[in-house]
């Protein structure tokens, strides 16, 4: 999964095939995915990055890779304009109903207007970095949190995040709990002409 993180975030290295499989492995996980996005030191860093990550909370968010929904019935109540969208529709599935709208959907083409969303919260997810530009508002925010720090399977360090983003950016970054989290917002001068 390391391999494919970093080419789909810097070779745009994603087909059909690809998703497919990903998907199917992720199908597959589903009905245990629930307790282990559950497990307080992997929901640290989402707090404490909503917490003091200086993201704006008030307009619409996007969770991408939302899995069972471990982490969107966190933040039902923090961010109550929350889409979450996942590739797997068995993690759908298994995803409380009340949490938020749930979309299923491939990351490389979010089904969504562009510059619909102020921040896009992806937790242990590849990064599809044009894609989640196009879906931000002007001077939105992305918050990148992998929970098991450099031991996340899907993991890249800050740097080639920010690295691997267009345009300019700016950001913070902490740890808490078993993991990292990284605020960026880009820069309104930077965004795409809509």
């Excluded at 998907?23 to 282990?36: C, I, N, Q, T, V």
């Excluded at 619409?60 to 529709?89: F, H, I, M, Q, Y």
């Amino acid at each position: 999964m390391r391999k494919l993180t970093r080419q789909v975030a810097f070779d745009n290295a994603w087909d059909s095939e690809r998703a497919a499989k990903v998907a199917s492995l992720f199908d597959g996980l589903a009905p245990d995915w629930a307790e282990r996005q559950a497990d307080p030191s992997r929901q640290a860093p989402v707090l404490d990055a909503l917490d003091r990550g200086g993201v704006d909370q008030s307009g619409w968010w996007l969770e991408c890779g939302s899995g069972a929904g471990g982490n969107t019935s966190l933040l039902g109540s923090r961010l109550p304009k929350l889409v979450a969208l996942d590739l797997a529709k068995e993690m759908l599935l298994h995803a409380p109903a009340d949490a938020a709208p749930r979309v299923q959907g491939d990351s490389c083409s979010l089904p969504f207007a562009s510059g619909t969303f102020v921040a896009v919260l992806l937790v242990n997810m590849l990064l599809f970095p044009a894609e989640i530009d196009r879906v931000l508002a002007p001077g939105g925010s992305i918050v990148w949190v992998n929970t098991l720090g450099d031991q996340t399977p899907i993991h890249l360090p800050v740097q080639d995040v920010m690295d691997a983003l267009p345009g300019s950016w700016t950001g913070c970054t902490a740890q808490a709990g078993s993991g990292f989290w990284l605020c960026a917002q880009r820069s309104a001068a930077s965004s795409p002409e809509r």
